[in-house]
């Protein structure tokens, strides 16, 4: 038996499955925020939620990409009112990175978001199977484990 084939058959329509809740309940729900805000976006305010007062260059390193792309993020959403810069106290050439109201508010959305999609998830499997899945995911599931536990 092709236990290959038969496994990416089921994580796709798992996906899809998810990918469909996904979009139910992000069209079933009234955000002031998620909806003009991309990936990338959301992924930054999450980091400034985690670390306060953080550079845009520790994020670009906490992310593992260019410190370009990170700066071109963090001016936008400066310009859209989610994220302010202030000056550091010990090096008066950088920048430190805070959330406003609108970034706070923004990430509760997108936690209240998350916390739907993974309810829908968790409540697929009894207790026993929770654990058997927590146990097979455990260091299989990207590198963003050190990352989440910021």
């Given at each position: 038996m092709n236990y290959h084939n038969i496994l990416k058959e089921q994580l796709d329509l798992f996906?899809?499955?998810i990918i469909s809740k996904s979009k139910e309940i992000f069209e079933s729900s009234n955000y002031r925020h998620l909806n003009r805000l991309c990936e990338l976006d959301i992924t930054i305010l999450t980091v400034i939620y985690k670390k306060e007062e953080i550079t845009?260059?520790?994020i670009s390193n906490i992310l593992?990409?260019?410190?370009?792309?990170v700066v071109s993020a963090v001016k936008r959403m400066c310009n859209r009112g989610y994220i302010q810069r202030i000056p550091n106290q010990e090096d008066k050439r950088e920048m430190k990175l805070i959330l406003t109201m609108n970034g706070i508010e923004a990430n509760r959305e997108h936690d209240g978001y998350e916390e739907q999609i993974l309810e829908f998830l968790v409540t697929k499997w009894d207790?026993?199977?929770?654990?058997?899945?927590v146990d097979l995911l455990k260091g299989k599931?990207?590198?963003?484990?050190?990352?989440?536990?910021?």
């Amino acid at each position: 038996m092709n236990y290959h084939n038969i496994l990416k058959e089921q994580l796709d329509l798992f996906m899809h499955e998810i990918i469909s809740k996904s979009k139910e309940i992000f069209e079933s729900s009234n955000y002031r925020h998620l909806n003009r805000l991309c990936e990338l976006d959301i992924t930054i305010l999450t980091v400034i939620y985690k670390k306060e007062e953080i550079t845009a260059k520790e994020i670009s390193n906490i992310l593992k990409m260019p410190k370009t792309t990170v700066v071109s993020a963090v001016k936008r959403m400066c310009n859209r009112g989610y994220i302010q810069r202030i000056p550091n106290q010990e090096d008066k050439r950088e920048m430190k990175l805070i959330l406003t109201m609108n970034g706070i508010e923004a990430n509760r959305e997108h936690d209240g978001y998350e916390e739907q999609i993974l309810e829908f998830l968790v409540t697929k499997w009894d207790k026993d199977e929770q654990k058997k899945l927590v146990d097979l995911l455990k260091g299989k599931v990207g590198n963003h484990a050190k990352e989440d536990s910021l």
